[in-house]
Nanobody, 127 residues
Framework: EVQLVESGGGLVQAGGSLRLSCAAS????????VGWFRQAPGKEREGVSCISSSTDSTYSTDSVKGRFTISKDKNMVYLQMNSLKPEDTAVYYC??????????????????????WGRGTQVTVSS
């Protein structure tokens, strides 16, 4: 059974930094993709950044490029968030899927591609 557990959310002032962590376990195959999504109140869930385990290729949505960095280390996936803005306030979810075809990338970050989801962690950025 695949499990994804997020940690690291919290309250931070604008311009500050946070690092989110996702502990991934249970993937049966060697290749998988993990992404970070977020959902603000009243808004749709959106893909923020993702990484493919086999190629280490990454993707980040335009609004976070240059500020957020995704990385992985063994079974951990991290989202380093710098220069945070109030509009980054949301519940952040770690999600993943197993990659059975090497041509499949973690992006585009369509919700339907991601089979496994964590419970989310709140990030609040005050102005």
């Amino acid at each position: 059974e695949v499990q994804l557990v997020e940690s690291g959310g919290g309250l931070v002032q604008a311009g500050g930094s946070l690092r989110l962590s996702c502990a991934a376990s249970g993937f049966m195959f060697g290749s998988y993709a993990v992404g970070w999504f977020r959902q603000a109140p009243g808004k749709e869930r959106e893909g923020v950044s993702c990484i493919s385990s086999s190629t280490d290729s990454t993707y980040s949505t335009d609004s976070v490029k240059g500020r957020f960095t995704i990385s992985k280390d063994k079974n951990m996936v991290y989202l380093q968030m710098n220069s945070l803005k109030p509009e980054d306030t949301a519940v952040y979810y770690c999600a993943g899927f197993e990659v059975l075809d090497s041509d499949v990338n973690c992006a585009p970050m369509s919700l339907w591609k991601y089979d496994y989801w964590g419970r989310g962690t709140q990030v609040t950025v005050s102005s």
